[in-house]
């Protein structure tokens, strides 16, 4: 199983910016499916999940901001991230069920 996270960059405070996240290996249809963060010098944290059947749920600081989405078709999940602050600043990583990680990718916000 691989993940591959896309959709990094560097972007000004108020931007946005679409993470994707492509399983191969296998199918992500029946996992679930969630974005994680981490700072530097931080723990990695949850950032948003989707289950198998679309419910979602976010970390309270991105509500309003940020959506999980999926496509099984594609075998891809997907963040958009509107509205990004500075504080959004960090390496984001997409996780499969409870074993599988990508590699992350690097999100810049600059103010």
């Known amino acids: 199983v691989q993940l591959q996270a896309s959709g990094g960059g560097l972007v000004q405070a108020g931007g946005s910016l679409r993470l994707s996240c492509a399983a191969s290996?296998?199918?992500?249809?029946?996992?679930?499916m969630a974005w994680y963060q981490q700072a530097p010098g931080k723990q990695r944290e949850l950032v948003a999940r989707i289950s198998p059947t679309g419910v979602t749920h976010y970390a309270d600081s991105r509500k309003g901001r940020f959506t999980i989405s999926r496509d099984n078709a594609k075998n891809t999940v997907y963040l958009q991230m509107n509205n990004l602050k500075p504080e959004d600043t960090a390496r984001y990583y997409c996780k499969m069920g409870l074993d599988y990680w990508g590699q992350g990718t690097l999100v810049t916000v600059s103010s």
């Open positions: 290996g296998t199918s992500l249809s029946r996992a679930m």
